[in-house]
């Protein structure tokens, strides 16, 4: 385990995730289970947000009480199976800006081609979590965290219910600044550029594609 990479083994995350990658769980089922599982993960990744007090009155006495600092942080949906995680994050911190950004994978050359970008202003300034259920090849995620980056953020996570190695590799070379933070490593990539054993494609299992 290193700074780049932390692995969320917490045993709810870890029977969930189970869960979601049987091929028999329905979409609504699915779509609950992912929630979940991003609550869960969303700890993780808010952990060690900037502090100040804040000076309050409870029913008892005043006191100095702790609360988040500086400007609310960015949520990032890379669409579209990113709104399953964004849903379950907005819970924790129903706060936040939110943008979108609209990538597809090309099937022949497996790179990414943007559709859609809209994100919260003042990035320079939030923590900025992008959220994507899938880091398989990695190309969709870099090219994501370029678009961020040129957007002014400079704190940036990236938020993931399943990475591949191979995934994993690529982004580390290509912003070895931003941590992953993600319920599970699987084996590899298929021919195709799929997560193996994974769970298919997480849009169409979310959404009932296919």
Do not use: W
Request: with cysteine.
């Amino acid at each position: 385990m290193d700074n780049h990479l932390t692995v969320v083994s917490h045993p709810l995350v870890q029977h969930k995730l189970t869960l979601m990658r049987r091929r028999e769980a329905s979409t609504a089922e699915f779509r609950r289970l992912l929630r979940e599982v991003s609550l869960l993960i969303g700890y993780e990744v808010t952990r060690n947000l900037a502090m100040t007090t804040v000076k309050i009155d409870t029913p008892m006495m005043p006191m100095d009480a702790p609360i988040l600092d500086g400007k609310k942080l960015a949520l990032i949906s890379i669409l579209r199976a990113g709104n399953g995680l964004l849903d379950g994050v907005l819970e924790l911190v129903p706060a936040a800006r939110v943008g979108f950004i609209g990538l597809y994978r090309d099937p022949e050359t497996l790179k990414p081609v943007q559709y859609y970008a809209k994100v919260p202003d003042a990035l320079e300034d939030r923590l900025t979590i992008a959220v994507d259920p899938m880091l398989a090849t990695g190309n969709s995620s870099v090219a994501a965290i370029d678009l961020l980056k040129a957007k002014g953020a400079k704190n940036i996570r990236f938020l993931c219910l399943l990475a591949s190695p191979e995934g994993i590799a690529v982004m580390k070379a290509a912003h070895p600044d931003v941590p992953i933070i993600t319920a599970a490593v699987d084996d590899r990539l298929d021919d195709h550029g799929y997560i193996v054993p994974g769970l298919g494609d997480a849009g169409d299992r979310m959404f009932g594609t296919k």
